[in-house]
């Protein structure tokens, strides 16, 4: 069970392509979920928190016209990188959790963004 | 703000032998201390994770302890296996009861296995 994926697991586009990432909890309904940058060799910066039916909340340095974020249902958060630049490259993981408190974070595989 | 810090940063240990991984937290309202492993390429995933109101906790070859006191915590990997070699992340989050709390990561140790 708690299944995550992410779609899709690799993007290579130019440079001021806008690109849509998406995260689906397959088996259980994600009140919350987040999204993660990852450098390489480097740990997971956490990008925002996605709550169903609200507007996401970003972390401080992260531009939230850049990088736009719905979740529009218990099962479904998207990331879209607008108008991607080359310094936009890099792995971006969502995770998803069910409900309050403190639970295990379940993650996607991750997308690797690549911007020519 | 809210910090982990994570050492080493690299561990080589020799097949068969202990890894221990220590991290220390700033927010002393931390309750929940989970630690992911990390393969190339892959997704994290949980490999065990502790509450404050425990000291220690094991799973097989692995077990973590914690010192609210000291705010510190540490993973312990016994009779290692080329299998365990791979980036491990210590965290640490704050109870929210009116929404899920937010997980602060440690930079991540890269554990290598010497056969």
């Known amino acids: 069970g708690a299944v995550v994926s992410q779609h899709p697991s690799r993007v290579i586009c130019k440079s001021g392509t806008s690109v849509k990432i998406e995260c689906r909890s397959l088996d259980f309904q994600a009140t919350t979920m987040f999204w993660y940058r990852q450098f390489p060799k480097q740990s997971l910066m956490l990008m925002a928190t996605s709550n169903e039916g609200s507007k996401a909340t970003y972390e401080q340095g992260v531009e939230k016209d850049k990088f736009l974020i719905n979740h529009a249902s218990l099962t479904l958060s998207t990331l879209t990188v607008t108008s991607a630049h080359p310094e936009d490259s890099s792995f971006y993981i969502c995770?998803?959790?069910?409900?309050?408190?403190?639970?295990?974070?379940?993650f996607g595989d991750g997308t690797r963004l690549s911007i020519l | 703000g809210e910090n982990v810090e994570q050492h080493p940063s690299t561990l080589s240990v020799q097949e068969g032998d202990s890894a221990v991984i220590k991290c220390t937290y700033s927010d002393s309202a931390s309750n929940y201390f989970p630690w992911y492993k990390q393969e190339l390429g892959k997704r994290p995933q949980l490999i065990i994770d502790?509450?404050?109101?425990?000291g220690e906790k094991k799973d097989q070859r692995i077990a973590v302890t914690l010192n609210k006191t000291a705010k510190h915590f540490s993973l312990h990997i016994t009779e290692t296996q080329p299998e365990d070699s791979a980036v491990y992340f210590c965290a640490a989050s704050r109870t929210l009861y009116s929404s899920a709390s937010k997980i602060i990561f440690g930079s991540g140790t890269r554990l290598s296995i010497r056969p």
């Open positions: 502790i509450r404050s109101n425990v």
């Open positions: 995770s998803a959790i069910s409900g309050g408190g403190n639970q295990p974070q379940h």
